[in-house]
C-alpha cells in the first residue's frame, strides 16, 4: 500500500519570503502522479500543483514549484514571495495509474504567513 | 460553470442514525469519489464511482455505502453512525475513471457531519 508523509505538523514564513514543505511517501509502482493540495478555513481542497513521475522535469505554478526526487521518493513544494493568502493546510498526495480514482493524502503542514 | 456541489453543509445526527449526503460533479464528470477527513487528519479515499458502477473502495465499514444515478450525482449513506464518524465528508469528480494527465481530481467544500 502506498504512504504518504508530511513530517512537519506547522511552517511559519514571512510574507514575500520563501518556504519549502516536505513530503515522502512510498510506493512499489514506477509510474503515478503527486499532487500538493491547499485547503484554507473554507475546507475546500484546492489543487496546487501536480507532478507526473515519469517526468523528470520538476513542476511549477507561478510562485509554487516542487522538487521531485524519484530515486528518494521525495516531493517537496516550495512557495515563493508569500502572501497572506497563502495560509493554509498544505496536503502531499498521491496517486496511482490503476482503476480506482484514489489520492493517498499525508498529514497536512499548517502554514502560517506573517507580517 | 458550478463546481463541485454538496449538500447538506453541515449537520448533526445522534448515534444509531441513518445519513445520507449529496454530491453533483461538475458538468460533464462522469466519475465521483467521496473523502472522510476527519480532524486533524488528511482525507481518506472511500469510494470511486465511475458510470454508475462502483470502481473502488477504501477501508471502511459496510455501513458505509454509495451511488452514482444516471444524471452522474452521487449519495454517500452511512448507517448505525458512531460517534468517530463525526468528520468532513468531501466529494470529489473528474472526467473520467483512471489517472492520466488531463484528469484532475476538483473537490466540493464538503458536508459537515457531527455525531452525538
Known amino acids: 500500500a502506498q504512504t504518504v508523509t508530511q513530517s512537519q505538523p506547522e511552517m511559519s514564513v514571512q510574507e514575500a519570503e520563501t518556504v519549502t514543505l516536505s513530503c515522502t511517501y512510498d510506493t512499489s509502482e514506477s509510474d503515478y502522479y503527486l499532487f500538493w493540495y491547499k485547503q484554507p478555513p473554507s475546507r475546500q481542497m484546492i489543487l496546487v500543483i501536480r507532478?507526473?513521475?515519469?517526468?523528470?522535469q520538476n513542476a511549477t505554478e507561478n510562485r509554487f514549484s516542487v522538487n521531485f526526487q524519484k530515486a528518494a521518493k521525495s516531493f517537496s513544494l516550495k512557495i515563493s514571495d508569500s502572501q497572506l493568502g497563502d495560509a493554509a493546510m498544505y496536503f502531499c498526495a498521491y496517486r496511482g495509474t490503476g482503476t480506482a480514482s484514489k489520492l493517498t493524502f499525508g498529514t497536512g503542514t499548517r502554514l502560517q504567513v506573517t507580517l | 460553470d458550478a463546481g463541485v456541489t454538496q449538500s447538506p453543509t453541515h449537520l448533526i445526527k445522534t448515534r444509531g442514525q441513518q445519513v445520507t449526503l449529496r454530491c453533483s460533479p461538475i458538468s460533464g464528470h462522469k466519475s465521483v469519489s467521496w473523502y472522510q477527513q476527519v480532524l486533524g487528519q488528511g482525507p481518506q479515499f472511500i469510494f470511486q464511482y465511475y458510470e454508475k458502477e462502483e470502481r473502488g473502495r477504501g477501508n471502511f465499514p459496510d455501513r458505509f455505502s454509495a451511488r452514482q444515478f444516471p444524471n452522474y450525482s452521487s449519495e454517500l449513506n452511512v448507517n448505525a453512525l458512531l460517534l468517530g464518524d463525526s468528520a468532513l465528508y468531501l466529494c470529489a469528480s473528474s472526467w473520467g475513471q483512471l489517472a492520466g494527465s488531463g484528469n484532475t481530481i476538483y473537490f466540493g467544500e464538503g458536508s459537515w457531519l457531527t455525531v452525538v
Open positions: 507532478q507526473e513521475a515519469y517526468k523528470q
